[in-house]
T-cell receptor, first 111, second 117 residues
Framework: AQTVTQSQPEMSVQEAETVTLSCTYD???????LFWYKQPPSRQMILVIR??????QNATENRFSVNFQKAAKSFSLKISDSQLGDAAMYFC????????FGDGTTLTVKP | GAVVSQHPSWVICKSGTSVKIECRSL??????MFWYRQFPKQSLMLMAT?????????EQGVEKDKFLINHASLTLSTLTVTSAHPEDSSFYIC?????????????FGDGTRLSIL
C-alpha cells in the first residue's frame, strides 16, 4: 500500500519570504502522479500543483514549485514570496487510481 | 473549468434521520467520484470510491449499509447517511475525477458539515 508522510504538522513563514513543505511517499509503482492541495479555513480543497513521476523536470505554477526526487521518493513544495492568502493546510497526495493523502501541514503566514 | 458542486453545505438534523448529500460535476464527466470524511485539523479519510454504473468500493472499516453511495450518472454521485447518530457528525467532502487513473487531479466539492443532534 502507498503511504504519504508529511513530517511538519505546522510551519510558519514571514510574508514575502520563502517556505518549503516536505513530503515523502512510499510506493512500488513506477507510473504515478503527485499533487499538492491547499485547504484554507473555508475548507475547500484547491489543487496547487501536479507532478508526473515520469517527468524529470520539476513542476512550477507561478510562486509554487516542487522539488521532486524520485529515487528518494521526496516531493517538497516551495512557496516563494509568501502572501497572507497562502495561509492554509497543505496536503501532499499520491495518485495512481485512488489518491492517498498525507496528514497535512498547517502553514501560517506572518505579516 | 472542473467545477464540482456539493449540496447541502450544512445539515443539522435529529438522531435517526437519514441524510442525503449530492455531488455533481458541472462541466466535465466524472468517471470516478470519491467520498471523504474529515475531522477538524486532520487529513481526509477516504470512505469509498465510486465509478459510474457500478457499486462503490468501500474502504476497510466503513459500513456499507450505513453510508449508501450511488453513482447513477457521469455527473452525479450521492452519499446517504442512514439512521444518522451523533458520532456521524463530521465534515464530508466529495471529489470527482475525469480519468480512471490517478494522472488526473481530483476536483473537490466545498464539503458538507453534518451535525446530528
Amino acid at each position: 500500500a502507498q503511504t504519504v508522510t508529511q513530517s511538519q504538522p505546522e510551519m510558519s513563514v514571514q510574508e514575502a519570504e520563502t517556505v518549503t513543505l516536505s513530503c515523502t511517499y512510499d510506493t512500488s509503482e513506477s507510473d504515478y502522479y503527485l499533487f499538492w492541495y491547499k485547504q484554507p479555513p473555508s475548507r475547500q480543497m484547491i489543487l496547487v500543483i501536479r507532478q508526473e513521476a515520469y517527468k524529470q523536470q520539476n513542476a512550477t505554477e507561478n510562486r509554487f514549485s516542487v522539488n521532486f526526487q524520485k529515487a528518494a521518493k521526496s516531493f517538497s513544495l516551495k512557496i516563494s514570496d509568501s502572501q497572507l492568502g497562502d495561509a492554509a493546510m497543505y496536503f501532499c497526495a499520491y495518485g495512481a487510481g485512488k489518491s492517498t493523502f498525507g496528514d497535512g501541514t498547517t502553514l501560517t503566514v506572518k505579516p | 473549468g472542473a467545477v464540482v458542486s456539493q449540496h447541502p453545505s450544512w445539515v443539522i438534523c435529529k438522531s435517526g434521520t437519514s441524510v442525503k448529500i449530492e455531488c455533481r460535476s458541472l462541466d466535465f464527466q466524472a468517471t470516478t467520484m470519491f467520498w471523504y470524511r474529515q475531522f477538524p485539523k486532520q487529513s481526509l479519510m477516504l470512505m469509498a470510491t465510486s465509478n459510474e454504473g457500478s457499486k462503490a468500493t468501500y474502504e476497510q472499516g466503513v459500513e456499507k449499509d450505513k453510508f449508501l453511495i450511488n453513482h447513477a450518472s457521469l455527473t452525479l454521485s450521492t452519499l446517504t447517511v442512514t439512521s444518522a447518530h451523533p458520532e456521524d457528525s463530521s465534515f464530508y467532502i466529495c471529489s470527482a475525477r475525469a480519468g480512471g487513473k490517478g494522472n488526473q487531479p481530483q476536483h473537490f466539492g466545498d464539503g458538507t458539515r453534518l451535525s446530528i443532534l
